[in-house]
C-alpha cells in the first residue's frame, strides 16, 4: 500500500511538471522567451534553476557515496571548492556576461563569444556546441541514468523503462515550455530537494540512535573524519590529497553553467 501511494505520488508529481510545460509553452512568442524567458525571469528563480540543474542526481546520490566510500573530507573539500566557485562565478561573470549580452542580443555562451569576438566565420559558436555536446551530453545522460536507479532500486521497475519515462517527461516539459518551464520545475525541484536533504538528515541521525551514536560511528571508521580524502580497501587506504578536491569544486563551480541559460538571464 504504501508503494502505491509513492508511486501515485511521483506520477501525480510528473505530470505536473508535463502541465507546467505545457502552461508556458503560450506564452513563449520568440526565440529570446523559449531560451531566456525574455530574460524577466526573477533572481530568485533563476539562481534556483541553475543550482538545481547542477546540483541534482550527484548530490542526492552520488555525494552520499563518496562520503561512505572516502570519508567525510572528499565531499567537505568539493563542497568548499563549489560554493567558492559558484560565488566567484555570478560575482565576476554572470552580471557583466548578463549586461554584454543583452546589447549583443546573444541567446546561448556560444553566440555571445562568437559576437564578442567578431568571429565572422562562427568557428568560437561552433566550437562552443561541440564542446558542450560532448561533456553535457553524458552528464544529461548520468541524469537519465540515476532516475532508473532510482527507480528499480526502490520499486523493482525495469531500469530502462523508468528511465526512458524520466527522459520523456524532462525533455517534453523542455521543449514545450522553454527556459519558463525549466526554471519553474526547477525551482519546485529545488524545494523539494532542500526538504528532503534536511528531512533525510534528521531521520537518519534518529534511526542511528542521536547524534551521539553517529559520532561514535564515524569515529570508529579509520580516516573517516580526517582531513585528507581517504579511499578504504579492505583494511588500507589511499590517500588523495585535498587540493584536489578543492580544485574539483572550484572549477566546476566557477564554468558549469556555460551552458546554461541562467548565466545570460542572470542578476
Same mark, same amino acid.
Given at each position: 500500500?504504501?508503494?502505491?501511494?509513492?508511486?501515485?505520488?511521483?506520477?501525480?508529481?510528473?505530470?505536473?511538471?508535463?502541465?507546467?510545460?505545457?502552461?508556458?509553452?503560450?506564452?513563449?512568442?520568440?526565440?529570446?522567451?523559449?531560451?531566456?524567458?525574455?530574460?524577466?525571469?526573477?533572481?530568485?528563480?533563476?539562481?534556483?534553476?541553475?543550482?538545481?540543474?547542477?546540483?541534482?542526481?550527484?548530490?542526492?546520490?552520488?555525494?552520499? =557515496?563518496?562520503?561512505?566510500? *572516502?570519508?567525510?573530507?572528499?565531499?567537505?573539500?568539493?563542497?568548499?571548492? $563549489? /560554493? +567558492?566557485?559558484?560565488? !566567484?562565478?555570478?560575482?565576476?561573470?554572470?552580471?557583466?556576461?548578463?549586461?554584454?549580452?543583452?546589447?549583443?542580443?546573444?541567446?546561448?555562451?556560444?553566440?555571445?563569444?562568437?559576437?564578442?569576438?567578431?568571429?565572422?566565420?562562427?568557428?568560437?559558436?561552433?566550437?562552443?556546441?561541440?564542446?558542450?555536446?560532448?561533456?553535457?551530453?553524458?552528464?544529461?545522460?548520468?541524469?537519465?541514468?540515476?532516475?532508473?536507479?532510482?527507480?528499480?532500486?526502490?520499486?523493482?521497475?525495469?531500469?530502462?523503462?523508468?528511465?526512458?519515462?524520466?527522459?520523456?517527461?524532462?525533455?517534453?516539459?523542455?521543449?514545450?515550455? =522553454?527556459?519558463?518551464?525549466? *526554471?519553474?520545475?526547477?525551482?519546485?525541484?529545488?524545494?523539494?530537494?532542500? $526538504? /528532503? +536533504?534536511?528531512?533525510? !538528515?534528521?531521520?537518519?541521525?534518529?534511526?542511528?540512535?542521536?547524534?551521539?551514536?553517529?559520532?561514535?560511528?564515524?569515529?570508529?571508521?579509520?580516516?573517516?573524519?580526517?582531513?585528507?580524502?581517504?579511499?578504504?580497501?579492505?583494511?588500507?587506504?589511499?590517500?588523495?590529497?585535498?587540493?584536489?578536491?578543492?580544485?574539483?569544486?572550484?572549477?566546476?563551480?566557477?564554468?558549469?553553467?556555460?551552458?546554461?541559460?541562467?548565466?545570460?538571464?542572470?542578476?
Amino acid at each position: 500500500m504504501t508503494n502505491i501511494c509513492i508511486i501515485a505520488t511521483i506520477i501525480i508529481y510528473l505530470v505536473a511538471m508535463l502541465l507546467v510545460g505545457f502552461a508556458y509553452s503560450k506564452s513563449n512568442n520568440d526565440s529570446t522567451d523559449f531560451y531566456l524567458g525574455g530574460r524577466k525571469m526573477g533572481p530568485l528563480v533563476t539562481a534556483m534553476s541553475a543550482e538545481a540543474s547542477d546540483m541534482s542526481s550527484w548530490l542526492l546520490m552520488g555525494m552520499p =557515496g563518496l562520503a561512505y566510500l *572516502t570519508g567525510i573530507a572528499s565531499p567537505g573539500w568539493t563542497a568548499i571548492g $563549489l /560554493a +567558492l566557485g559558484t560565488w !566567484l562565478n555570478w560575482l565576476i561573470v554572470a552580471r557583466r556576461l548578463r549586461r554584454y549580452s543583452a546589447n549583443l542580443e546573444a541567446i546561448t555562451v556560444p553566440q555571445f563569444l562568437s559576437l564578442r569576438f567578431h568571429d565572422q566565420r562562427n568557428l568560437l559558436n561552433a566550437l562552443g556546441a561541440v564542446i558542450i555536446i560532448v561533456f553535457f551530453v553524458p552528464y544529461t545522460a548520468s541524469g537519465f541514468a540515476a532516475c532508473g536507479k532510482l527507480f528499480h532500486s526502490l520499486f523493482g521497475v525495469d531500469y530502462m523503462a523508468a528511465m526512458v519515462v524520466s527522459a520523456c517527461v524532462i525533455v517534453g516539459y523542455t521543449i514545450t515550455g =522553454g527556459f519558463r518551464a525549466v *526554471t519553474t520545475t526547477d525551482l519546485i525541484q529545488s524545494i523539494v530537494m532542500s $526538504l /528532503a +536533504l534536511v528531512a533525510v !538528515l534528521v531521520y537518519g541521525i534518529g534511526a542511528a540512535g542521536g547524534w551521539d551514536a553517529v559520532v561514535a560511528n564515524a569515529q570508529s571508521l579509520p580516516g573517516y573524519r580526517s582531513g585528507q580524502p581517504q579511499r578504504r580497501r579492505g583494511h588500507g587506504h589511499f590517500v588523495q590529497p585535498a587540493g584536489h578536491r578543492l580544485h574539483h569544486g572550484v572549477g566546476p563551480g566557477l564554468f558549469r553553467n556555460a551552458p546554461h541559460p541562467a548565466p545570460l538571464h542572470g542578476h
